[in-house]
T-cell receptor, first 114, second 114 residues
Framework: SQTIHQWPATLVQPVGSPLSLECTVE??????LYWYRQAAGRGLQLLFY??????ISSEVPQNLSASRPQDRQFILSSKKLLLSDSGFYLC?????????????FGPGTRLTVL | GENVEQHPSTLSVQEGDSAVIKCTYS??????FPWYKQELGKRPQLIID?????GEKKDQRIAVTLNKTAKHFSLHITETQPEDSAVYFC?????????????FGTGTQLKVEL
């Protein structure tokens, strides 16, 4: 069966510090991968998605970036965090080869920028 | 791009009653409509989804209906139980075989009271 991991689970960072969040998927090959952000009490905003290694599409202009160095690894980064970057970051995967594009979410990383 | 509106933002029902959450979408090309349930501090979990070639789908106490002409879809929960209390998100996307981009509604906080 497929599983998705995210770490760290929680993170407290000062403004201006760098960020690296990691997401890995097990049990599937060539997944589509997604990064979402959820502000407190709000909906989910798609930040990036990837259909393959090195292929990243950005949905929202911001100081965040994403990379996919391996098939089942997706990384969200920032060089300098802003207060507004605080939120719940969720990674998701889907398997388009099954003829469906249902997305399944990881456990998330709760980021607080102080 | 796609815009999804969700109503109501909060919903309180008595245990055993039914709950209905409604969403409208703007892009007539959208053809995939999932519903997610998110408990406090947890990841969103897919509870049911529907594709545009189907008007209704049911899974035990949960059902979803789709009206393509009016571009709206609804989640119906019957015989509500306290464990149904959570935030529910609707979403819409276009299945392309590549990376589908889900556009989420703003969520409905459902509270089932004893």
């Amino acid at each position: 069966s497929q599983t998705i991991h995210q770490w760290p689970a929680t993170l407290v960072q000062p403004v201006g510090s760098p960020l690296s969040l990691e997401c890995t998927v097990e049990g599937t090959s060539n997944p589509n991968l997604y990064w979402y952000r959820q502000a407190a009490g709000r909906g989910l905003q798609l930040l990036f998605y990837s259909v393959g290694i090195g292929q990243i599409s950005s949905e929202v202009p911001q100081n965040l970036s994403a990379s996919r160095p391996q098939d089942r690894q997706f990384i969200l980064s920032s060089k300098k965090l802003l207060l507004s970057d605080s939120g719940f970051y969720l990674c998701a995967w889907s398997n388009p080869h099954l003829g469906t594009d249902t997305q399944y979410f990881g456990p998330g990383t709760r980021l607080t920028v102080l | 791009g796609e815009n999804v509106e969700q109503h109501p933002s909060t919903l309180s029902v008595q245990e055993g009653d039914s709950a209905v959450i409604k969403c409208t979408y703007s892009d007539s090309a959208s053809n995939y409509f999932p519903w997610y349930k998110q408990e406090l501090g947890k990841r969103p979990q897919l509870i049911i989804d529907i594709r545009s070639n189907v008007g209704e789908k049911k899974d035990q106490r949960i059902a979803v209906t789709l009206n393509k002409t009016a571009k709206h879809f609804s989640l119906h929960i019957t015989e509500t139980q306290p464990e149904d209390s959570a935030v529910y998100f609707c979403a819409a996307s276009i299945l392309t075989g590549g990376g589908n981009k889900l556009t989420f509604g703003t969520g409905t906080q459902l509270k089932v009271e004893l």
